[in-house]
């Protein structure tokens, strides 16, 4: 079955930019579409964006400015860049699979987290 | 945006017990398009019900979703040791994609 792992630097420094990997193993990344989700510490779940097998994305229009998704396809991964990070952007991303919704079996455009990887942490900080 | 405001926010319970928890949304959710994630300690998240009440693959009978429009609940009939978790609900109706803030399931 389809399994995630994230990977990149743990300690960015601010007004630097995040860089993440997901990288997908079981499966082929242009089969699926694709979600970030962050969680500062002790507190709950943010939707960062999507991005679709096509290559169009989603973003949380909180962090729109500052953020690309993008899918490295001969890799079978796909990447979260965050720039002008600030202490605020400290948290676990986690980075999962997005899968759409069926109504009467077409898949239609809602979709929710069923695979998710086990998270990484990142700190902001000089 | 959607806000999703969960309820209560700490739950204490006994093994064997059933546990109601509550999502409520700031605006209708068309379609049910809710769901629920348990999370563990130092675990990511599991989904467990998808269009506010379908279970995920793997999930217990014990989970049970329902609601519609602006009302959704989880129910857990008859606690096991392992359901003790922080639980969030969550809209994918209309992006913004939000969560509730969860609620915190205790012995």
């Known amino acids: 079955q389809v399994q995630l792992q994230e990977s990149g630097p743990g300690l960015v420094k601010p007004s630097e930019t995040l860089s993440l990997t997901c990288t997908v193993s079981?499966?082929?990344?242009?089969?699926?579409?694709w979600s970030w989700i962050r969680q500062p510490p002790g507190k709950g779940l943010d939707w960062i964006g999507n991005?679709?097998?096509?290559?169009?994305?989603n973003y949380n229009p909180s962090l729109k400015s500052r953020i690309t998704i993008s899918l490295v396809t001969s890799r079978n991964q796909f990447s979260l860049k965050l720039t002008s990070v600030t202490a605020a952007d400290t948290a676990v991303y986690y980075c999962?699979?997005?899968?759409?919704?069926?109504?009467?079996?077409?898949?239609?455009?809602?979709?929710?987290?069923?695979?998710w990887g086990k998270g990484t942490t990142v700190t902001v900080s000089s | 945006e959607i806000v999703l405001t969960q309820s209560p926010g700490t739950l204490s319970l006994t093994p064997g017990e059933r546990a109601t928890l509550s999502c409520r949304a700031s605006?209708?959710?068309?379609?049910?398009?809710v769901a629920w994630y348990q999370q563990k300690p130092g675990q990511a998240p599991r989904l467990l019900i998808y269009?506010?009440?379908s279970r995920a693959t793997g999930i217990p009978d014990r989970f049970t979703g329902s609601g519609s429009g602006t009302d959704f609940t989880l129910t857990i009939s008859r606690l096991e040791p392992e359901d003790f978790a922080v639980y969030y609900c969550?809209?994918?109706?209309?992006?913004?994609?939000?969560f509730g803030q969860g609620t915190k399931l205790e012995i």
């Open positions: 999962a699979r997005a899968r759409p919704s069926t109504t009467f079996g077409v898949a239609v455009p809602h979709y929710y987290m069923d695979v």
């Open positions: 079981g499966g082929s990344i242009s089969s699926y579409h």
């Open positions: 991005i679709y097998n096509s290559g169009s994305t």
């Open positions: 605006q209708s959710v068309s379609s049910s398009y």
């Open positions: 269009g506010a009440s």
């Open positions: 969550q809209q994918y109706n209309t992006s913004p994609y939000s």
